[in-house]
């Protein structure tokens, strides 16, 4: 189950930080179309870069994973908010984000027995 949950948290963190942090950071025609697609201007893209990358290494520190999680919770809620507010297509882009969120916080549950303490599948 351990090793279930690092594997998983691995893929999360690799995508985060090669799907999406690095062609913000490289600045990509895919992260500047998604910035004028969701109406945020291109000035922040090296700042949401950086989040992404902070919380994903908080995320892979045993010690600091659960405020990582927090943190990638609430940037995907934002991320959420933002293809909600530009009417994207629901399943593939505006839900993308609670599916990753659901995997994250899986992964987290399955590597982590005090976050199994605090949400027990079975009472």
Partial sequence: ?????WVL???IGLFLAIASATPKFMG???????MEVVGWPT????LIAVIEVV????YLIPRTALFGAVLTTALLGAALAANLRVDNPLFSHTLFSIYLGVALWVALWLRDERVRRVFPLMG
């Avoid at 990509?28 to 998604?34: K, V």
């Fill in 9 to 11: 948290s691995g893929l």
């Fill in 28 to 34: 990509m025609d895919a992260a500047l179309d998604s």
């Fill in 43 to 46: 000035k922040y893209l090296l």
């Fill in 1 to 5: 189950m351990k090793i279930a949950g």
């Fill in 55 to 58: 919380c994903v290494v908080l």
